[in-house]
């Protein structure tokens, strides 16, 4: 059953934790949503998993919205949620109010996402008021980063937590459903998830928000050596899939790959046919034509299969299925 606004919200009201990974194209996005899990974010940390940026400033609108599509098309059940990238609603009202709408129109999303809180509350009220779900994100707001001074824990100190506490009021009634906390003290998130009617969705910001989300790449431990605190590796896909490419590298150079089984044998030519292909070729090429020299060939060039069919030669064109071993 497709996950909605309603749904998530019921799920948040009964208590029931809502699980959200991001996710940045079509096979991931099948396989994230056959294991159940309630929301997709397609974020701009693509910027980092997907096209090897060191942060999410450079990605564009047009890239979002590829990613964005791509996911939506293997999402059947989970609420896709597609980020608005740095400097695509910061300008004005007008430009956010747009960029969403060109977002949900050209991706087929379920909500977007923007960071900030008081500083984007008129923004996020008027995409709400387009009727488009919007997700807030407070605390560590990646495309500030430069204005922490890095990727840094926010809400620490009481003036930072009334900062954090007031900006999720403030963006809750501009009209935000969901609201990611980003590395915000457990404590605080805790606070505001038990004083906001908002589902918060926690990363690095401890359990007691109504969900919680990790990048894909760090769950599946595909991100290298990098490993934040607040993440838990669920697997080691990433060197499984090193060492699945090994062995195909190695089955590869060693002439196992690809076996008879896995070859499309039956509906190959004869051998017969095979050994006069081979004959004519090389009688043609004595006779100083092939394949390059068409001047003085009407057939089609030496070797093509319509010039051997026409000499009498059963080229099994019109067996072969392309599937059948
Ligand atoms: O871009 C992203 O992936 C995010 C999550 C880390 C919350 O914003």
Do not use: W
Not at 90 to 105: D, L, P, T
Not at 189 to 205: E, P, R, S
Not at 252 to 278: Q, T
Request: proline share 3%; glycine share 10%; charged share 20%.
């Amino acid at each position: 059953m497709k996950n909605t606004v309603l749904t998530l919200m019921e799920m948040k009201n009964k208590g029931e934790k809502i699980s959200q990974v991001t996710c940045y194209d079509y096979s991931m996005a099948r396989l994230v949503d056959a294991a159940g899990i309630n929301t997709i974010l397609v974020g701009d940390s693509l910027g980092m998993t997907m096209q090897g940026y060191k942060d999410t400033l450079p990605v564009s609108m047009d890239e979002m919205i590829i990613y964005g599509r791509s996911v939506v098309r293997g999402a059947t059940d989970a609420f896709v949620i597609v980020d608005m990238p740095f400097m695509s609603y910061q300008v004005s009202v007008e430009q956010a109010v747009e960029n969403a709408g060109r977002i949900i129109k050209e991706t087929g999303a379920n909500a977007v996402k923007l960071e900030g809180g008081a500083a984007v509350a008129e923004h996020i009220k008027a995409i709400v008021d387009a009727g488009i779900p919007v997700c807030a994100h407070i605390g560590m707001t990646p495309q500030s980063a430069n204005i922490f001074g890095g990727f840094k824990v926010q809400g620490k100190g009481e003036a930072n937590a009334k900062k954090v506490l007031e900006d999720a009021f403030i963006v809750q009634k501009a009209g935000a459903f969901m609201c990611v906390l980003e590395c915000v003290p457990p404590k605080l998130a805790a606070l505001i998830t038990k004083m906001t009617q908002m589902i918060t969705i926690g990363i690095g910001a401890g359990a007691g928000c109504s969900g919680q989300v990790l990048v894909s790449q760090d769950l599946l431990a595909m991100s290298g050596d990098f490993k934040p605190k607040f993440v838990r590796q669920f697997a080691q896909v990433g060197q499984l899939m090193t060492e699945a490419y090994r062995a195909y590298d190695e089955a590869v150079k060693d002439g196992s790959f690809p076996s008879l089984e896995e070859s499309y044998v039956k509906s190959d030519c004869s051998d017969e046919y095979l050994e006069e292909l081979e004959h004519t070729h090389i009688a043609e090429i004595n006779e100083g034509r092939n394949n390059n020299d068409q001047s003085n060939d009407d057939t089609g060039g030496a070797g093509s299969g319509p010039c051997l069919e026409k000499r009498g030669f059963d080229c099994g064109t019109g067996s072969h299925d392309g599937l059948s071993a």
